[in-house]
């Protein structure tokens, strides 16, 4: 059983005493430091990189969307077209007809409007609510991941630094947690803040502000990477370089940020990565519930949910804004994976980690 | 042993508590609102938020608060205000279905996670194994949910392979019982299997390379009996762990999403009708009862292993 998380040093400049691992940019060629080396490794990884070109496509295929909407649909995510017609080749068609059936995917027939067809009964534009939608989906994805990453390494190293008593309340705090299924808990939040919003101190958060699903997102993953981080910094504690730092009467911000953060760049980086899949699988499924993406905002998510009612009728309102979550999470989920051969070929966390339960300890109390 | 278990079981307790006090704060302490108008639902009067009040004790001091609270949850008197239903008694109305979807599709994940993972390992490098990672990493990169719309539009539609579903008691019709939960089952246990199988095969992969599978070979045992006996074995370790977590937030909270797309009428299904209203109390109860239920079960792992295996039991981290 793994219990406590790999003890093993990260490789970027592990026990290098007071020498930190050089920038990326700084290293010359002759020298090969590891994040070069990493690079290169990452480099010959073919897979990995047509993974990332592809989430490259999808960035600038979402980052169109006001392009397409003003130039090309001439229209925006949220306006109904419920009792227009529009000439398809020349022919007059209903985009919604009066069964209630949306009109289906007319590609180029109407010079770009209606691309994909339209949504179930308020007829609006697919392929622009597709491009608005994966903006918000991507946002939610990145934003919580890097919340999840700030509060994971800030409880991590104030947990590993301190030790003690300020480390056996970090730790069980994050135990708790860690004991709600992350799907309950997102439920849980999302819909107690979905009506009236958050207030914390003077920021007031409207319940359906995408701050809501992003922090809730963010917050319900920490666990997942302070747990690792925390017993990273555990076993760096011990090493000699720390003592050197604490002997040059180095303060515990110093040695925090500047002598032990570094030694997890790589740990960060993927988690990263693995932090922005989970995030926009979670806030899919909460958005589908309806415990996730408020109204008038919409994503990939909350498509799926309006497409599910009219499966029988139009498949491919479920299908197109589902196919576009898997591709995006796969290609984050297969070139992360590259990532982390290519940082740290040593190290076992690998994608069987992805979800998180590697770490799973066998009494988590 | 003994004192194991009573550790084990006071530690319990005291996240059991833990857990109580954070639903607690998440649903009346934290949000931005007045918490009688959120429980109260969608179509509340003025009347109907100033009863909750006072039923609730909104008025009175938070501890007074959570006392009210969890004596509604665990005395049954619960009732949601939209639809005017009884909270616990629609929770117990929805276990059985819930439990059939969790248990058949745990039977089939684990069975495909270790047929796969072990493939994969035993062919490592080669074509079996390339095509068992890309199921396994698509598998993982794929919603839950959008799986069991597509397998619902194909497979009961477009080709009418199985019934559209609802939940069929066992009793009543076990054949129909299970026609109506294949796809459910297939759709939630995808995830885990292709999890599994990634675990298993790198597990086994380490294994290979100890030294008593070594001498297993010097033995001059077959290739077949080294793996199965000596390779399996300990990289099936993990797995069970796994399975103790994975199977308890399943039934705590996972499989609300594939109940609800196929319309089983169990305790996810009903959770997730009362998101959609933005109905709190059965949120709330099914929040709690989710989060008991992954932490009891848990801890009953933790002694079943316990008991396997001392190395545990006298406290010393197992490897």
């Known amino acids: ?365 | 042993m003994a004192r194991f278990v009573v550790r084990r079981l006071v530690g319990m307790v005291l996240v059991l508590f833990v857990i109580s006090v954070i639903v607690f704060l998440i649903f009346n302490v934290i949000p931005n609102s007045d918490p009688a108008q959120r429980i109260a639902g969608k179509n509340a009067t003025p009347q109907l938020v100033a009863n909750i009040t006072k039923e609730w004790g909104f008025d009175k001091s938070l501890p007074e608060q959570y006392l009210t609270m969890m004596k509604k949850i665990f005395s049954g008197e619960l009732i949601s205000y939209n639809s005017r239903l009884n909270v616990d008694e629609q929770i117990v109305k929805g276990i059985p279905a819930t439990f059939s979807l969790c248990i058949g599709a745990a039977v089939l994940w684990m069975f495909f996670g270790i047929l796969f993972g072990y493939l994969s390992a035993v062919k490592a490098g080669r074509f079996t194994d390339r095509a068992l990672t890309v199921l396994a990493v698509a598998g993982i990169s794929t919603p839950v949910f959008f799986i069991a719309a597509v397998f619902l539009y194909l497979f009961t539609f477009k080709i009418e392979l199985f019934p559209a579903s609802s939940y069929v008691p066992f009793t009543e019709d076990p054949v129909a019982w299970a026609n109506h939960l294949i796809l459910p089952w297939i759709s939630l246990a995808i995830l885990t299997a292709g999890f599994y199988s990634r675990v298993l095969r790198s597990n086994m992969l380490d294994a290979m390379n100890e030294d008593y599978v070594r001498t297993a070979r010097a033995k001059g045992l077959s290739e077949r009996r080294v793996m199965s006996r000596h390779v399996m074995r300990n990289s099936l370790i993990p797995i069970v762990t796994l399975f103790g977590l994975d199977f308890a937030a399943v039934v705590g909270g996972g499989a609300i999403l594939t109940e609800s797309i196929f319309s089983l009428e169990g305790v996810g299904l009903y959770a997730a009708e009362a998101i959609g209203n933005l109905d709190l109390p059965p949120i709330m109860a099914v929040t709690l009862f989710g989060a008991f239920f992954v932490v009891v079960f848990n801890a009953l792992v933790d002694i079943a292993y316990a008991w396997l295996d001392p190395r545990i039991r006298l406290g010393t981290p197992a490897q």
Do not use: C
Not at chain 1, 259 to 281: G, H, R, W, Y
């Open chain 1, 1 to 365: 059983m793994a219990r406590e998380p790999q003890a093993e040093p990260a490789p970027a400049g592990a026990g290098a005493g007071d020498e930190l691992p050089p920038a990326p940019r700084g290293v010359s060629a002759e020298g090969a430091g590891p994040w070069r080396l990493a690079y290169r490794r990452l480099l010959r990884n073919r897979v990995a990189l047509a993974f990332l070109a592809l989430f490259v496509l999808i960035v600038a295929f979402v980052l169109a969307a006001p392009l397409w909407s003003r130039y090309v649909a001439h229209t925006g995510p949220n306006t109904t077209h419920t009792l227009e017609t529009i000439a398809v080749n020349g022919k007059k068609r209903e985009v919604v007809a009066p069964s209630g059936v949306p009109i289906g995917p007319v590609w180029f027939g109407a010079g770009g409007k209606f691309f994909l067809g339209a949504d179930g009964g308020l007829g609006r534009d697919e392929m622009v609510r597709l491009m608005y939608g994966g903006r918000t989906s991507l946002l939610i994805g990145f934003a919580a991941a890097a919340i999840t990453t700030i509060f994971a390494i800030l409880l991590g190293l104030l947990s590993g630094y301190y030790r003690g008593w300020v480390d056996a309340v970090i730790a069980r705090m994050l135990d708790v947690i860690w004991a709600f299924p992350v799907l309950l808990l997102g439920i849980a939040l999302g819909t107690a803040l979905a009506v009236g919003g958050l207030k914390i101190g003077p920021i007031e958060i409207s319940g359906s502000s995408l701050w809501i699903p992003i922090l809730i997102i963010g917050f319900v993953y920490v666990p997942y990477m302070a747990r690792p981080i925390r017993g990273e910094i555990l076993a760096l504690r011990e090493k000699e370089f720390v003592e050197a730092a604490v002997a040059q009467g180095a303060g515990p911000l110093r040695i925090m940020f500047a002598e032990l953060l570094p030694n997890l760049a790589s740990t960060i980086i993927v988690f990263f990565t693995i932090n922005v899949a989970n995030s926009m699988l979670l806030e899919a499924a909460l958005s589908f519930l309806g415990a996730g993406v408020q109204p008038p905002n919409s994503s990939w998510g909350t498509m799926i949910s309006g497409g599910i009612s009219i499966i029988y009728t139009s498949p491919l309102l479920t299908i197109i804004p589902g196919l576009m979550i898997t591709l995006t999470v796969l290609s984050v989920n297969v070139f992360g994976d590259g990532l982390r051969d290519a940082l740290d070929p040593r190290s076992k966390v690998r994608l069987e980690a992805r979800l998180g339960q590697a770490e799973a300890e066998g009494t988590a109390i």
